[in-house]
């Protein structure tokens, strides 16, 4: 068990709903990051939040966005969801971009699985 | 943009056996993760590398950060049928702004008890 947790474990929707996802992180751990895994692309980076203000974008499409809540949880928002998203989402969490190699270390949640019909 | 090239795609061996993977970057990184991930679950850490020429162990696991550090490459030894799952390599560029982790594809292992 890495720390992260991660709700809900499956989501299934249709094309065009929008969906949230939630993440905390370990205990302590102020940096949140969202990954995307799906088969043909393999694992993504697509947002880095680090107490609370967004630190780095990856690959993120313009109708997905993401926040850190001040208790350092994070949600990311799918919206108009297409047939294409449907992947894992992982998040992860280390514990201070700023605290040497070891504090930028990651650990994942267990996922998020999406399907949209 | 980086990217990186692990090998080999998938591997089928016998129980006991060693197991050798590897990972290129086209340019450097300052951090070498190697995780593994079960079907439906997430990566787990099995071994952070932070030194260029760093040699680390984790148990039966051994895997070290290139010279160059460019590459790094992960050794099981006597594989036992747990260890099957799909294994990555990660990149992480430190300092700036941005410690997002860069994977590559992941290799299949497949353990014939």
């Known amino acids: 068990d890495s720390g992260v947790t991660q709700t809900p474990k499956h989501l299934i929707t249709a094309t065009g709903q929008r969906v949230t996802l939630r993440c905390s992180p370990r205990s302590g751990d102020l940096s949140v990051y969202w990954y995307q895994q799906s088969l043909d692309q393999g694992l993504q980076f697509l947002i880095q939040?680090?107490?609370?203000?967004?630190?780095a974008k990856g690959n993120i499409l313009e109708r997905f966005s993401a926040q850190q809540f001040p208790d350092l949880h994070s949600e990311l928002n799918l919206s108009s969801l297409e047939l294409g998203d449907s992947a894992l989402y992982f998040c992860a969490s280390s514990a201070n971009p700023s605290g040497g190699k070891r504090g930028e270390t990651q650990y994942f949640g267990p996922g998020t699985r999406l399907l949209v019909l | 943009g980086q990217q990186l090239n692990q090998s080999p795609q998938s591997m089928f061996i016998q129980e006991g056996e060693d197991v050798s993977m590897n990972c290129t970057s086209s340019?450097?990184?300052?951090?070498w993760l190697w995780y593994k991930q079960d079907p439906g679950e997430g990566p787990v850490l099995l071994i952070a590398l932070y030194k260029a020429g760093e040699l680390t162990s984790n148990g039966r696991l051994t895997a070290q950060f290139g010279i160059t550090r460019k590459d790094s490459f992960l050794n099981i030894s006597a594989s036992i049928p747990s260890d099957v799952g799909i294994y990555f390599c990660a990149g992480q560029l430190s300092g700036g702004s941005n410690y997002k982790l860069t994977f590559g594809k992941g290799t299949l292992l497949t353990v014939n008890p």
């Open positions: 340019s450097i990184f300052n951090t």
């Open positions: 939040y680090y107490n609370g203000e967004e630190r």
